[in-house]
């Protein structure tokens, strides 16, 4: 398989899902950083999300390495106009944190992390259910190496999606 590394529509994709990556952990370019140690610069890693500068493979693995994700779920490239929207995906926050303690997988785990933090900035602490937006899906796809309907079906096989009483 031919895969076009060099084009302008690829850097910007792997600059987007590279954006996506550092935003779905709350980070900054200078947070970035410093959990590189300081072997990628806060000002190459914007360049490479803009897409503005072409990134090597060694690189894009040590990014990955830092991200925790394998590279492909880097690479892998998701026709955003073939991705169905999911509308009204909304966590039991109640349901999660026992789940948690049932079997704490990775992906309950970057879920109770990601919920938590969305929780935290939007400052409702008394909510006992959280609403998706896609774009959070995609985040959580990210983290999870997955893609939204593999998400989407784990939280529903997990029993954490709410269900309303209608």
């Known amino acids: 398989m031919n895969i076009p590394v060099d084009s302008e529509k690829a850097k910007h994709r792997l600059g987007r899902t590279l954006r996506a990556l550092r935003r779905s952990r709350n980070w900054t370019l200078e947070d970035f ?12 890693l914007g360049s490479y999300e803009r897409g503005s500068r072409s ?29 169905p929207n ?4 909304v966590i039991d926050l109640r349901k999660l944190h026992g789940a948690l303690k049932e079997n704490p997988t990775r992906n309950l785990l970057d879920l109770n992390r990601f919920t938590s933090g969305i929780i935290d ?46």
């Open 121 to 166: 900035y939007r400052k409702d602490l008394n909510g006992e259910i959280l609403s998706l937006r896609n774009s959070d899906l995609d985040y959580l796809s990210i983290m999870a190496s997955s893609d939204r309907n593999n998400i989407i079906k784990e939280y529903a096989d997990l029993n954490i999606l709410f269900k309303s009483k209608d």
């Open 55 to 83: 990134i090597s493979v060694s690189k894009l693995e040590a990014i990955a390495a830092i991200y925790e994700v394998p590279i492909t779920a880097i690479l892998i490239h998701k026709n955003n106009q073939s991705t």
């Open 33 to 44: 950083e410093k959990a590189s140690d300081g072997r990628i610069k806060a000002v190459v």
């Open 86 to 89: 999911f509308v009204n995906v």
